[in-house]
């Protein structure tokens, strides 16, 4: 019996690997990306904080879903978790008009089948929260998938249970943010099976790598929000004039250290 890890996969700043047939360890990284590209330059403690902000959502949504967290490691950054069958798609809950949404709303007037106002300006909110499922790209981009479409990839019962929860956890954690200053625009989640057929929250949840957050005393619908823990990183990218193509621009201490107290 060997008790080493076995890579199994890599996303952009964490790494994940096989613990034994039952159990994965997920380990964030100190590594930041902006406009998709991984920095050279690590933020110290990065991965500590994404990892805690996980597990502090996992804690307070289990009577909502259970998740796949079943030990946080001494090191703050790494977790054991549940190994599950992940379905194949990303399940999106925007509450807020960004990113993809806006793009395809400018586009078509609709975002992943769901007919919008009119009207809308960048950053509005929606008259309610919408679940826009994506596929999951193996490389470049995920794409916004119609509602059949993803029906299609997970069957219809399970999609209709993979949208009632999200919108409540969006629901949910949108509220609790918006309640301490905080909007929540929008948030991506992942869903696995386990091996009785329940649907399990997994991946990372409610970390500022797969959510927007903004700072409610700015907000300002009619163009893009700050970034709240990147603008210090995007703003210093903006201002070098990078091409935004690999390999990234290390970073000057300064903007460790903004980035750093976010
Ligand atoms: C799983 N990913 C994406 C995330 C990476 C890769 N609980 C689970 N069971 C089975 N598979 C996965 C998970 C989770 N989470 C997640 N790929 C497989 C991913 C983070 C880092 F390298």
Same mark, same amino acid.
């Given at each position: 019996?060997?008790?080493?890890a076995?890579?199994?996969?890599s996303?952009?700043?964490?790494?994940?690997?096989?613990?034994?047939?039952?159990?994965l360890?997920l380990?964030?990284?100190?590594r930041?990306s902006?406009?998709?590209?991984?920095?050279?330059?690590? /933020?110290p403690?990065?991965g500590?904080?994404?990892?805690?902000l996980?597990?502090?959502?996992?804690?307070?949504?289990?009577?909502?879903v259970?998740n796949?967290?079943?030990a946080?490691?001494?090191d703050g950054?790494?977790?054991?978790?549940?190994?599950?069958?992940?379905?194949?798609i990303?399940c999106?809950?925007?509450g807020? /008009?960004?990113?993809?949404?806006w793009?395809?709303?400018?586009?078509?007037?609709e975002?992943?089948?769901?007919?919008?106002?009119?009207?809308?300006?960048?950053?509005?909110?929606l008259?309610?929260? /919408?679940?826009?499922?994506a596929?999951?790209a193996?490389t470049?981009?995920?794409?916004?998938?119609d509602?059949?479409?993803?029906?299609?990839?997970?069957?219809a019962?399970?999609?209709?249970?993979?949208?009632? /929860?999200?919108?409540?956890?969006y629901?949910?954690v949108?509220?609790?943010a918006?309640?301490?200053?905080?909007?929540?625009?929008?948030?991506?989640?992942?869903?696995?099976?386990?091996p009785?057929?329940?649907?399990?929250?997994?991946?990372?949840?409610?970390?500022p790598?797969s959510?927007?957050?903004?700072?409610?005393?700015?907000?300002?619908?009619?163009? %893009?929000?700050?970034?709240?823990?990147?603008?210090?990183?995007r703003?210093y990218?903006?201002?070098?004039?990078?091409?935004k193509?690999?390999?990234g621009p290390?970073? %000057?201490?300064?903007?460790?250290?903004g980035t750093r107290a976010?």
């Amino acid at each position: 019996m060997s008790d080493a890890a076995v890579h199994v996969g890599s996303g952009k700043v964490r790494e994940l690997y096989a613990l034994d047939d039952d159990r994965l360890l997920l380990v964030a990284s100190d590594r930041i990306s902006t406009f998709d590209v991984v920095l050279p330059t690590p /933020i110290p403690d990065k991965g500590r904080v994404l990892t805690g902000l996980s597990a502090f959502w996992f804690a307070r949504t289990r009577e909502l879903v259970p998740n796949h967290l079943l030990a946080l490691h001494d090191d703050g950054r790494s977790t054991e978790c549940r190994r599950l069958e992940m379905l194949p798609i990303e399940c999106v809950v925007r509450g807020y /008009i960004t990113g993809s949404g806006w793009k395809d709303y400018r586009a078509t007037g609709e975002v992943c089948g769901h007919a919008l106002p009119e009207g809308l300006v960048e950053s509005q909110q929606l008259p309610q929260p /919408i679940f826009t499922p994506a596929t999951k790209a193996q490389t470049g981009h995920d794409e916004n998938i119609d509602r059949e479409t993803a029906a299609g990839l997970v069957g219809a019962e399970r999609f209709a249970e993979v949208e009632r /929860i999200a919108l409540e956890l969006y629901g949910w954690v949108s509220d609790h943010a918006r309640a301490r200053g905080i909007i929540l625009a929008d948030t991506k989640l992942e869903f696995g099976v386990d091996p009785q057929g329940r649907l399990v929250l997994g991946d990372e949840a409610f970390t500022p790598d797969s959510s927007r957050f903004w700072p409610a005393d700015s907000y300002a619908p009619g163009g %893009p929000q700050p970034s709240f823990d990147k603008q210090f990183v995007r703003d210093y990218c903006e201002e070098l004039g990078w091409d935004k193509t690999a390999p990234g621009p290390e970073l %000057p201490d300064d903007v460790v250290a903004g980035t750093r107290a976010c």
